[in-house]
T-cell receptor, first 108, second 115 residues
Framework: GQNIDQPTEMTATEGAIVQINCTYQ??????LFWYQQHAGEAPTFLSY??LDGLEEKGRFSSFLSRSKGYSYLLLKELQMKDSASYLC?????????WGAGTKLIIKP | DAGVIQSPRHEVTEMGQEVTLRCKPI?????LFWYRQTMMRGLELLIY????????DSGMPEDRFSAKMPNASFSTLKIQPSEPRDSAVYFC?????????????FGPGTRLTVT
């Protein structure tokens, strides 16, 4: 079956670093996406990993280990505007299989 | 480009009524996806099209749901008859291609409430 697991909710402090984990078991794998979704808005693309390793994009980095079925999204220098849900999605057979999302709460 | 356009943004209807949701994808995008999002079930793929042809509708919950894409710039998702459990946010998304690095661009969504 298809299964993607993320923590339901995380809390972090403004200016700090937070790591959001995602583990997956899917019948196929063609890449892993991270999307950000602010409350009441649509998801927006953050990152894409297809090879093992770390992809860095400004304050955000995403890591993938295909052998472990594991990814994480690292957010540095947290800002209040980073309060949102972060969705992990695995591409399998030309479709995205979505995790339930991690709600990130940033405290001043 | 204006991005993916959806209408209406909000829809409130009574159980048993027909509901039609509309989507205009980004020009040049060959793939269009319809999703439903609820607190309980998260984001679920309902159906997707490639070059206006439905490819996989296995996520459509039941026969009350139908989707069409008569041309490259327009798609509809219809629920007939609607039920309270259909209340959700329905997103339309489009992408240049499926697979690989081609991210999906989401519309603002239609918040459907069935009473």
């Amino acid at each position: 079956g298809q299964n993607i697991d993320q923590p339901t909710e995380m809390t972090a402090t403004e200016g700090a670093i937070v790591q959001i984990n995602c583990t997956y078991q899917t019948s196929g794998f063609n890449g892993l996406f991270w999307y950000q979704q602010h409350a009441g808005e649509a998801p927006t693309f953050l990152s894409y990993n297809v090879l093992d390793g770390l992809e860095e994009k400004g304050r955000f980095s995403s890591f993938l280990s295909r052998s472990k079925g594991y990814s994480y999204l690292l957010l540095k220098e947290l800002q209040m505007k980073d309060s949102a849900s972060y969705l992990c999605a695995v591409e399998s057979n030309y479709q995205l299989i979505w995790g339930a999302g991690t709600k990130l709460i940033i405290k001043p | 480009d204006a991005g993916v356009i959806q209408s209406p943004r909000h829809e409130v209807t009574e159980m048993g009524q027909e509901v039609t949701l509309r989507c205009k994808p980004i020009s040049g995008h060959d793939y269009l996806f319809w999703y439903r999002q609820t607190m309980m079930r998260g984001l679920e793929l309902l159906i997707y099209f490639n070059n206006n042809v439905p490819i996989d509708d296995s996520g459509m919950p039941e026969d009350r749901f139908s989707a069409k894409m008569p041309n490259a710039s327009f798609s509809t998702l219809k629920i007939q008859p609607s039920e309270p459990r259909d209340s959700a946010v329905y997103f339309c998304a489009s992408s240049l291609a499926a697979g690989g690095i081609y991210e999906q661009y989401f519309g603002p969504g239609t918040r459907l409430t069935v009473t």
